[in-house]
């Protein structure tokens, strides 16, 4: 009888089965080079580098990122304003690994300066922290998972957001999450294995964003191989979600017995009932009040695996569904799960759209000055039924990735829903030794529930050049765009970038 594969990988995650022998000298394995270009600048510098590493105790890889971009369109503005702008930036980056016995720790940190030819007044530093670490305090038994990331998030998808910081969009918020989750790996013999969390996230938001903290507990009992060809999986997970602004907490709950019998030695017939937390229409919550099922299969071989699910939950009936297919060069997935969640991102609403005037006018001075947006907490509860789909492709020149998705959001308390669907294609082809050209194409829909209609496009194409084991050079060329049915939020942008790259 093998663990469903949650709960495989949870093990996997914790070490529980990892032998009790001498300790094992630290190694670089599962350590990355973050650096500032990412995929779409891949020259093979970060791997090389990693390589050239191995056999050290630790990772210490700093590296500096000169970027020079020229976009006709710096604010991600409508035609009719928009403004362009040469941008310089100054990326200096470090990632610092260590993989030991008992404790892995990775941390990436980069400041990007960026100096505005035309517009001094938006010259800023922005930084960007992501570490994370897990610790074994007692082997084979205790373990605690820290993290930290510092980033500018987009605040609304209403409004102009991008990636490349050099965009001055008005839509970002630098956030900080904080987060800490200990856990106890048991084996408690003809019972199984269990898995008991705790856990507390804590992200706090500029820009007077009201900031969210989110504690968890989950306890998971998984049934030993000796018991195939029968097999159990008892679960209860809570998690409280709590925003500065507003006393009341939301709540997700969920607890089930799920039993299982192997037919064969591949497939295995499945069944669980459960009870969770309900969203009411009138925004009250009813704590595991709400009764559930589901029955299903698995099945699994060397290459392949396939789980799905029918049942019925408060909101009606529900389905999931799970495949994986791993070959030597294709390694395709395709997913579909309905969730209960709340949203972490805010609206940003026009005075237009709260039926106040664009400008107003001081009346002693006669100036003009123009109204800015409100920040609204989007905060309400809602299903969340997403169908994924990724494909990988390698050749020993070439890596091809596709991905799509299909997101619906059914609101409980408005009872209306949010629509969001879209697809991407990414390219790496090893034109020489040492050149990679890398082309990236993507499309996105979003429907918002007011009726409004975007429509958000994507392509690039890029060169990376290995120079030396230390150093890469590249050039992109982009364009992306974005219409809408509601007037004035469609943007056109086409931009330019050089930049160059030495590792230390």
Same mark, same amino acid.
């Given at each position: 009888m093998s663990l469903a594969p949650a709960a495989q990988a949870q093990a996997q995650q914790t070490g529980a089965e990892a032998p009790s022998g001498p300790p094992v000298r630290p190694t670089l394995s599962g350590c990355r080079v973050a650096l500032?270009?990412?995929a779409d600048m891949d020259s093979g510098l %970060?791997?090389?580098?990693?390589?050239?590493?191995?056999? %050290?105790?630790?990772?210490?890889?700093?590296?500096?990122?000169?970027?020079?971009?020229?976009?006709?369109?710096?604010?991600?503005?409508?035609?009719?304003d928009k403004e362009s702008d040469f941008v310089t930036? #100054?990326?200096?980056?470090?990632?610092?690994?260590?993989?030991?016995? =008992?404790?892995?720790?990775?941390?990436? +940190?980069?400041?990007?300066?960026?100096?505005? /030819?035309?517009?001094?007044?938006?010259?800023?530093? +922005?930084?960007?922290?992501?570490?994370?670490?897990? %610790?074994? #305090?007692?082997?084979n038994?205790?373990?605690?998972?820290?993290?930290?990331? +510092?980033?500018?998030?987009?605040?609304?998808?209403?409004?102009?957001?991008?990636d490349d910081l050099a965009l001055d969009t008005g839509n970002r918020s630098d956030a900080i999450t904080l987060r800490a989750s200990p856990y106890l790996v048991q084996d408690l013999g003809p019972l199984g294995n269990s898995v008991t969390r705790v856990g507390v996230r804590r992200t706090v938001y500029d820009e007077d964003i009201p900031n969210i903290t989110r504690q968890s507990g989950s306890f998971q009992l998984v049934s030993p191989e000796a018991a195939d060809p029968v097999s159990w999986l008892a679960s209860v997970q809570s998690e409280r979600v709590e925003r500065s602004n507003i006393d009341r907490s939301q709540y997700f709950d969920n607890a089930f017995l799920? #039993?299982?019998?192997?037919?064969?030695?591949? #497939?295995?017939?499945?069944?669980?009932?459960?009870?969770e937390?309900?969203?009411?229409?009138?925004?009250?919550?009813?704590?595991?009040?709400?009764?559930?099922?589901?029955?299903?299969?698995?099945?699994?071989?060397?290459?392949?695996?396939?789980?799905?699910?029918?049942?019925r939950r408060f909101f009606g009936d529900t389905y999931f569904a799970a495949i994986t297919r791993r070959g030597s060069r294709l390694t395709s997935s395709l997913s579909y799960r309905e969730t209960q969640q709340i949203s972490d991102r805010f609206v940003v609403l026009s005075p237009e759209d709260l039926g106040l005037p664009s400008q107003i006018v001081d009346p002693d001075t006669g100036e003009v000055f123009d109204l800015p947006g409100f920040i609204v907490e989007d905060n309400e509860v809602f299903v969340s039924k997403r169908a994924t789909a990724n494909t990988t492709y390698r050749t020993?020149?070439?890596?091809? =990735?596709?991905?799509?998705?299909?997101?619906?959001?059914?609101?409980?308390?408005?009872?209306?829903?949010?629509?969001? +669907?879209?697809?991407?294609?990414?390219?790496? /082809?090893?034109?020489?030794?040492?050149?990679?050209?890398?082309?990236?194409?993507?499309?996105?829909?979003?429907?918002f529930r007011d009726d409004r209609s975007d429509t958000i496009r994507g392509a690039r194409i890029s060169l990376a050049h290995l120079i030396g084991r230390k150093t890469q050079a590249g050039a992109t060329i982009r364009r992306q765009e974005r219409t809408s049915n509601e007037s004035g939020n469609d943007y056109t942008e086409n931009a330019i970038i050089l930049e160059a790259t030495r590792m230390f």
């Open positions: 500032p270009g990412g %970060a791997g090389q580098y990693l390589e050239d590493s191995q056999g %050290a105790p630790f990772l210490v890889a700093p590296s500096l990122t000169l970027r020079q971009t020229y976009t006709d369109n710096v604010t991600l503005a409508p035609d009719s930036q #100054l990326i200096p980056s470090l990632s610092l690994c260590r993989v030991g016995p =008992r404790l892995r720790t990775q941390v990436d +940190y980069q400041a990007t300066a960026n100096y505005y /030819w035309n517009d001094q007044d938006r010259n800023d530093i +922005y930084h960007t922290l992501n570490a994370d670490s897990t %610790a074994t #305090l007692v082997r038994r205790l373990f605690v998972d820290l993290g930290a990331l +510092y980033e500018q998030q987009t605040i609304s998808n209403r409004g102009a957001f991008a799920e #039993l299982g019998y192997r037919l064969t030695g591949r #497939l295995q017939l499945i069944g669980r009932g459960g009870a937390t309900e969203s009411r229409a009138d925004g009250t919550q009813d704590r595991f009040g709400a009764e559930y099922w589901e029955a299903g299969f698995r099945w699994t071989d060397v290459r392949t695996s396939i789980e799905a699910r029918y049942g020993g020149r070439s890596t091809i =990735r596709l991905t799509a998705f299909h997101d619906r959001r059914e609101f409980q308390v408005a009872e209306d829903e949010e629509e969001r +669907y879209g697809a991407d294609a990414y390219w790496r /082809w090893q034109w020489l030794p040492r050149t990679a050209v890398i082309p990236r194409v993507s499309w996105e829909r979003i429907d």
